[in-house]
């Protein structure tokens, strides 16, 4: 009698997202918007997944701003401040990985879908002016580098489950920089992850920092459908940073937690100036209060016979704004996500801080565009800070507390 051979189960393949147009389904084919919390490496304690999984239930994703390549100068060799190395051919610290893997595998064990960003400080452009030899946009032989960098990572990371999405580079800070060039850049860098893990959608935006008031067709990676398109919301910075009526002190403050990579990747010139106060949402401003910087480009669109009309910060003032973003999402049938956005502690629920939050979240689930607060955790000894916007905070002694008036003003828009 012969016995048959046991059929042997070929491996399970890794799961991955499909974009679909302007959705995107999960391997069930289910459509699914991410919208989630920034991870900080170094800054999240044990087991992140776990704990944002019990405390924000409905969360599907965590942005991992992790692979920290070209983000010091000089250059550094701490695997949590910086990857790069001058060594071909992946010029990449192997230690890095040490430190991912269990951060990566944190959040997929939870059930979280995982964008894995590099934050470049210096090779996005922070010193362009002084030193463009120092930025992949504008120096051929470090943008190769970077290329080889990030095959060897996402060749790595091929094997795992749930990548959402390879950042490219994180806010580009070249202010000079044709968009015709940022895009080139990402395209060719959307090639070399596919390259090495084909099925994983890359993720890029716009110079300067992701700004929404750029974000439109020059964005655009041509011939790739497999594309997450990004940007920053930021706004009104004066509200969100907690900077109206700040103190001297609380203005150095945010400064540093920017400089330290503790804040958003925020222009520091911009947190230096003396934007008009903005103390209050559901409060009327002028246009030029409300879009200080970009009025040329945004005021106009209010149909305002002048520019300096007051405008209600509000609901429909969100709504306005992300309508510039939903104009991509529609026209080109991309998917479309907000990359970071947050109201520090600073600014207190009578100032609007949870209305601000309530009212942004909903446009964003019926418009179908996903999102990520900054940031999940941090913490010190002093407890949370005027600038600081973390929902778990860590104390040295090992014990944390929650910013619950976040999480409940989230709750209902996840998902």
Partial sequence: MRHKLPVLAAPAEVQRLTVNGSALLDPAGRHIRLTGFNWQIGRTGPDPGALMAQLAPGATMARLVGVQWGNTHPLQSHPNKECRTETPPHYFNDKCFEDLDPWVRSATHAGLWVILAVRGEYVAGQNADSDPGSVVFRNDT????????????????????????????????????????????????????????????????????????????????????NVIYTFDYFNPDSFVFGRSGSSYAEVTQLKQLAADGDGPQRDLEQLASSAPPIPTYNTSYPCSTLYDGWVSQVCPSWNLSHNDDPIRFDRSWHEHNLRMADALRTKHNVPVFMNQFEVVHGVSAEAGRYAYITDLLGLAQQLDIGWAWWTWAGGNSDGWSHGSSEVVFHWPNGSYMVDQGVLDAMAPYHG
Avoid at 200 to 216: E, I, Q, S
């Fill in 142 to 225: 470090l943008k190769q580098m970077m290329y080889a960098m990030w095959s060897y990572v996402a060749d790595h990371y091929a094997s795992f489950d749930r990548i959402a999405a390879y950042e490219i580079l994180s806010e580009p800070r070249d202010k000079t920089i044709g968009a015709d060039v940022v895009r080139s850049f990402y395209q060719g860098g959307c090639q070399v992850v596919q390259q090495a893990d084909p099925r994983t959608p890359c993720m890029v935006g716009n110079a300067p920092y992701y700004k929404l008031w750029n974000f439109g067709e020059q964005t655009l990676v041509p011939g790739n459908d």
